[in-house]
C-alpha cells in the first residue's frame, strides 16, 4: 500500500508564490515518474508538471517559466514552486507517482491553491 500525501497549497494573490510537495510513504520497490495535475470545476484535470527517475522534466505551455518541478529521492517527494501565479492556474492540484514492480499509478488527495486577482 502507498500513500502521498501533499501540502503547501493555500490561497494567494495575484503574482504571488506557493510550493506544493508530495511525500509517498509505504511498501514499494521504487518509483519512476512523479508528476503535479490540476483540475478546475467543469475541466478535466491535466498535467502540470512531470520529472523522471532521471530529473527529466516536462511542463504545460501555460506554466512554463513560471513553475519548476524536482524531486529528492531519498524522501520519495516531489516538489512544485509556483510562481508570478496568475488567476486561471486555481485549481485542485494532484501529485501522482508511477511505482516499478509493479508499475502502478498513485495519487495524492489533492490540495486546493486559489490564486485571487
Known amino acids: 500500500q502507498v500513500q502521498l500525501v501533499e501540502s503547501g497549497g493555500g490561497l494567494v494573490q495575484a503574482g504571488g508564490s506557493l510550493k506544493l510537495s508530495c511525500a509517498a510513504s509505504g511498501t514499494f520497490f521504487s518509483i519512476d515518474t512523479m508528476g503535479w495535475y490540476r483540475q478546475a470545476p467543469g475541466k478535466q484535470r491535466d498535467l502540470v508538471a512531470g520529472i523522471s527517475s532521471g530529473g527529466i522534466t516536462n511542463y504545460a505551455d501555460s506554466v512554463k517559466g513560471r513553475f519548476a518541478i524536482s524531486r529528492d529521492n531519498a524522501k520519495n517527494t516531489v516538489y512544485l514552486q509556483m510562481n508570478s501565479l496568475k488567476p486561471d492556474d486555481t485549481a485542485v492540484y494532484y501529485c501522482?507517482?508511477?511505482?516499478?514492480?509493479?508499475?502502478?499509478?498513485?495519487w495524492g488527495q489533492g490540495t486546493q491553491v486559489t490564486v485571487s486577482s
Open positions: 501522482k507517482i508511477t511505482t516499478r514492480f509493479p508499475r502502478f499509478d498513485y
